[in-house]
Nanobody
Framework: QVQLVESGGGLVQAGDSLRLSCRASGIIFSMYAMYWFRQAPGKEREFVGAISGSGGRTEYVDSVKGRFVISRDNAKNTVYLQMNSLKPEDTAVYYC??????????WGQGTQVTVSE
């Protein structure tokens, strides 16, 4: 059974940093790209970034480029989202996601990030 568990959210001030973690189980972690999404109140869920299975390639939505960094530790089955220079518009519930071959999409429960002025 595939499970994703996020942690690390919280309330911070604009300009602060926060690191989210997502631990996966039930998959051969290093085989899969991992994704981060977020959903702000009243808005659709949006792609934030992704990292390849080896960790050698990453991509980001334009709004977070230069501020957010995705990394992974395949020995710990964990993917990270390092968020720097946070802005109030980064306030959202953050989700990690994996697309498992022949099975489908799996999501974590989400972790709330709130950035105050």
């Amino acid at each position: 059974q595939v499970q994703l568990v996020e942690s690390g959210g919280g309330l911070v001030q604009a300009g602060d940093s926060l690191r989210l973690s997502c631990r996966a189980s039930g998959i051969i972690f290093s085989m899969y790209a991992m994704y981060w999404f977020r959903q702000a109140p009243g808005k659709e869920r949006e792609f934030v970034g992704a990292i390849s299975g080896s960790g050698g390639r990453t991509e980001y939505v334009d709004s977070v480029k230069g501020r957010f960094v995705i990394s992974r530790d395949n020995a710990k089955n964990t993917v990270y989202l390092q968020m720097n220079s946070l802005k109030p518009e980064d306030t959202a519930v953050y989700y990690c996601n994996v697309k498992v071959y022949y099975t489908g999409d799996f999501w974590g429960q989400g972790t709330q990030v709130t950035v105050s002025e």
